[in-house]
């Protein structure tokens, strides 16, 4: 046991894996952590798989070092010592060694560095990890379905800007493909919206916010075609692909959020979305 003992500095946090690292956010020891987590994970790949590993996980580490530096004002250093941030790191490093570019490592660490957070409330880290597991099944095209749906259903903005903002979210999707009948099913099945009996009426909600005072609502609809043209077109496709029913979950408006942020959408509390 003697062997294992360790000095912990002034400061500085105590973190296993593999052996005794002091952590005190000090990114050579963290990276020392991230490549034993991955060694003991991927021991017995051959040398194509392991190279391809490895590159991932480089690639990944780089990402997660730029947050920790940019974010190191607003993160528990202590959290480094908490199993429970260690599984998290473990299964984070599993996925982008496996996955690479076939997942969005940005978001994926984002969604991490987020568990790590000073500010981050109890409910918020709960979902934070809730979409940690999450991630290995998700397209683009989902993220893209729960962005259309948080944003037409959850979200307002100031109307003189909210056409140059929907603009901005149909240049980063196709808007032209036909989505499957049982994508509803699918995102339900992994907690990211739930299914409703109602149905959500964007044309009346629009009128509503912002105090279009027509009827019937296809002189709502009118109005909104010609000097809204970018919120029309996203909302026709919400109609269309019945995506109407669905209600997004905390994990699935966390999810739209981020991508959201990432498009420049909006700079969001998560905290004031998921509490």
Known sequence: MDGQKQKVGENGIALQAGGDINIGLRYNEVKEIFYDLFKQNFPNLVNAAAEEAQKNVDECFKKLECRLIAEKDNIDACKFSESNTQFLLNDTIQLCARKGSKID???LLDVFTL???KNTSPILELVSEQVLSIFPRLTKEYIDVMTIIHIVTK????????????????????LNRSLSQDIGLYLDSIGLVSKTTGVFLPYKTFSDVYSIVL???????????????????VYEYFVSQKLDCLIPTPAGMLIALMYMKKLGLGDFDYNIWIH
């Open 105 to 107: 490592i940005d978001s």
């Open 115 to 117: 568990t790590l957070c």
């Open 155 to 174: 979200v307002k903005f100031d109307c003189l800007s909210i056409d140059g903002i929907y603009k901005k979210l149909i240049n980063a999707m196709n």
């Open 215 to 233: 009827s019937p609502e296809e002189k709502i609809k009118e109005k909104i075609r010609i000097e809204y043209p970018s919120v029309y077109q």
